[in-house]
């Protein structure tokens, strides 16, 4: 028995949906996602209520009336309300800048490196220690956050890099001399 493939996606004022066949879009105040939904999965709607229902009980099937649901779910949050994930830039001159779309990052290289913003995505810059990434697609926006981090993790040394902003770093110790 899934509790979360069972539980109903009550849909807010304001944001619409259609279901075709195995296809899903969502119309919101932020913007439009479309999905294809698994075979084995198919969805009801009744007025602002959708159920997600699966054709057996096979492990595989039980796993994706979960997954459906819950992916569901985050678009017509997302196309509600934006998702954020925010990255802090720790270090000595590391720095990053907007230009345009795009950032500037700065980080000890001997260049600086440049991340295209993917479509749908867009970044903000408080100040030049901090990147917001924002879009309406949870999973691009957690992707983009996970490729720009890669660019100059967080060592555990001195903890230089880039790092989520709730992530804790476990510092190590570094040699003992005699």
Do not use: C
Request: aromatic residues 4%.
């Amino acid at each position: 028995m899934s509790r979360i493939g069972n539980a109903p996606i009550t849909v807010p004022a304001g944001i619409e949906v259609k279901i075709e066949g195995q296809k899903i879009t969502v119309k919101g105040p932020k913007g439009t996602l479309e999905r294809e939904i698994h075979k084995n999965i198919s969805l009801e709607q009744d007025g602002n209520v959708i159920t997600v229902k699966r054709i057996d009980d096979e492990p595989a099937n039980r796993g994706l009336h979960g997954l459906t649901r819950t992916l569901i779910n985050n678009m017509i949050i997302g196309v509600e309300k934006e998702y954020t994930k925010e990255l802090q830039i720790n270090g000595v001159g590391y720095r990053v800048q907007k230009q345009g779309n795009d950032l500037k990052l700065v980080l000890g290289y001997s260049h600086d490196v440049i991340y295209k913003a993917p479509a749908g995505i867009s970044f903000d810059v408080p100040n030049p220690n901090t990147i917001i990434v924002k879009g309406i697609d949870k999973e691009l926006v957690g992707q983009t956050a996970a490729e720009i981090r890669t660019k100059r993790p967080p060592e555990v040394y001195r903890g230089k890099g880039i790092k989520y902003a709730d992530e804790v770093i476990r510092r190590k110790e570094g040699k003992t001399g005699k």
